[in-house]
C-alpha cells in the first residue's frame, strides 16, 4: 500500500558528503513520521534522524551537527543531508515512514525501504 523508494547512497572520502533521498507513495492518507535508521554489518538497526508530523526532529547523537534531516510534505520526501562524514557512518542506511493509509478504511503502520548503501573511506 505504501512504497519507499531511496536513493543517493554510495561512495565517499572522510570529510565529504552525501545526501539520501526518499519519496513515498501508494495510498496516504496521511504521514505521521518519516525518517531514517542505519544498520551496519554485525550490528542492530539505529535511529539516524526522525522528522515528526513535519515540526519534531529527532537526531542520534553521533550525527547531531553533521546531518540534517528535512522533509517536502508536497512530495511526500525526506532528505537527508549528511555532512562531515565519518568511516564509523559506513551502514546501509534505512528511509522510515508512519504512514496512515486510506485504502479500504484507515489504518496506521510502519513502512521501510529496502535501504541504500553509505560508505565512508578513512
Known amino acids: 500500500q505504501v512504497q519507499l523508494v531511496e536513493s543517493g547512497g554510495g561512495l565517499v572520502q572522510a570529510g565529504g558528503s552525501l545526501r539520501l533521498s526518499c519519496a513515498a507513495s501508494g495510498s496516504i492518507f496521511s504521514i505521521n513520521a518519516m525518517g531514517w535508521y542505519s544498520q551496519a554489518p554485525g550490528k542492530s538497526r539505529e535511529l539516524v534522524a526522525l522528522i515528526k508530523r513535519a515540526t519534531v526532529i529527532n537526531y542520534a547523537d553521533s550525527v547531531r551537527g553533521r546531518f540534517t534531516i528535512s522533509m517536502d510534505t508536497a512530495q511526500n520526501t525526506v532528505i537527508l543531508q549528511m555532512d562531515s562524514l565519518k568511516p564509523e557512518d559506513t551502514a546501509k542506511y534505512y528511509c522510515?515512514?508512519?504512514?496512515?493509509?486510506?485504502?479500504?478504511?484507515?489504518?496506521?503502520?510502519?513502512?521501510w525501504g529496502n535501504g541504500t548503501l553509505v560508505t565512508v573511506s578513512s
Open positions: 522510515y515512514a508512519d504512514v496512515t493509509t486510506d485504502w479500504g478504511g484507515r489504518r496506521r503502520g510502519d513502512y
